[in-house]
């Protein structure tokens, strides 16, 4: 890997992120990987998260949302681990490979701590999966480039549940995933590709996301292992909607898989 880019990963613990980081040790050179002490960073902490949706929804919505998580531990987290499993192959997902990368672990993403780690290493990109919005301390401590893999399509799908409103809108064709710059919005940044994602009526929402974040780390591979060229055409999108969207609800995610039902069933 001696012409590798240098990179920094700003991502989390769960499985589908630590297989991220053992496919892109194969072809660059992790010069950092920043990591939440926990399974999540302070700022998803419950009651945090808790006050912002119920400013945000009101309590039927807060317990809509509630009821979606309640109902997915009890009927489909067996089936969730179980694709885990089979779509996340050839690499690891519960442990880091290297054994010498350096690791920064902390609470707060947008931390002087965090920013000070990435100028110590001057990546030429810095990779990004799964954080918080990321502040423009952070975003300026970059002299390189910043990319973030995003399981959806923006702009008309932004925000963390791209995989699911999609198909609650019975848009199926932007069921995606996208690599794109990463600048002061909310998945708006320049394009640099996009893939479409197959799915059909067995899987669930979060088998769903696990194979966008799949197709995801297959494009953040050919992104870096071209890097010059593929941004150099950057894009953006033009006359289409854009929307950040929001979790949903059990009601909504019935809705959804009884659609999904349907369209399969032809």
Known sequence: MLNSLRIVILTTKLPEDIWLINKLADVCNIEGIVLPFGKRWKEFGVVNVLKKRMRR?????????????????LLERRKDKKSLVKIFTQKPYDYIEKKDLSILEVDDINS?????????????VVVVSGTPLLKDSVIQSVTGRMI????????????????FW????????????????????????????????????????????YKQHETGVRLLVKCLTDFNNIAAQAFRKTGCPSKNYYAPGLTHYLKAKRWLKKRNAY
């Open 166 to 209: 999609p198909i609650y809108n019975k848009e199926p064709e932007l069921v995606g995933t996208t690599i794109h710059f990463i600048d002061k919005g909310i998945d708006t940044g320049a394009i640099l590709i996009q893939q479409q994602v197959a799915f059909d009526k067995s899987d669930t929402l979060k088998t769903i996301t």
């Open 112 to 124: 002087e701590q965090v920013t000070n780690f990435i100028r110590s290493k001057n990546p030429d």
């Open 148 to 163: 973030n893999l995003h399981p959806g399509f923006p702009p008309q799908y932004r925000g963390r549940y791209g995989s």
């Open 57 to 73: 929804f009101g309590f039927f919505g807060v317990a809509n949302q509630a009821l979606l998580i309640l109902y997915r531990l």
